[in-house]
């Protein structure tokens, strides 16, 4: 079992900029790790995510060029900086673990509380 807990959520002005950070209650080297976020009224929708096989990264069309996503195997963690935020990014946003088939659909064994991201026009 691992859990996962998020931080750096919060309020900020479009084109502003945060982190979040993802922390594991466990080594988690060997899985597939990915963020996602749900809006209310919406169904949830992938973010990025890294794979664990060979570190390859896969980010959403919405987000390519202004998020980046890093994990750091000796923490145990895993970062999304979010840059250019812009109002539609505004969502709870959920670190996952343990991909059970594409790293971008939510089929992850392991799921955080999620952490509240809110960009004002």
């Known amino acids: 079992q691992v859990q996962l807990v998020e931080s750096g959520g919060g309020l900020v002005q479009a084109g502003g900029s945060l982190r979040l950070s993802c922390a594991a209650s466990?080594?988690?080297?060997?899985?597939?790790m990915g963020w996602f976020r749900q809006a209310p009224g919406k169904e949830r929708e992938f973010v990025a995510a890294?794979?664990?096989?060979?570190?390859?990264?896969y980010y959403a069309d919405s987000v390519k060029g202004r998020f980046t996503i890093s994990r750091d195997n000796v923490r145990n963690t895993v970062d999304l900086q979010m840059n250019s935020l812009k109002p539609e990014d505004t969502a709870v946003y959920y670190c996952a673990a343990y991909s059970r088939g594409s790293v971008d659909a939510p089929d992850y064994n392991y799921w955080g509380q999620g952490t509240q991201v809110t960009v004002s026009s």
């Open positions: 466990r080594r988690t080297f060997t899985y597939d």
């Open positions: 890294v794979r664990a096989s060979d570190g390859t990264i």
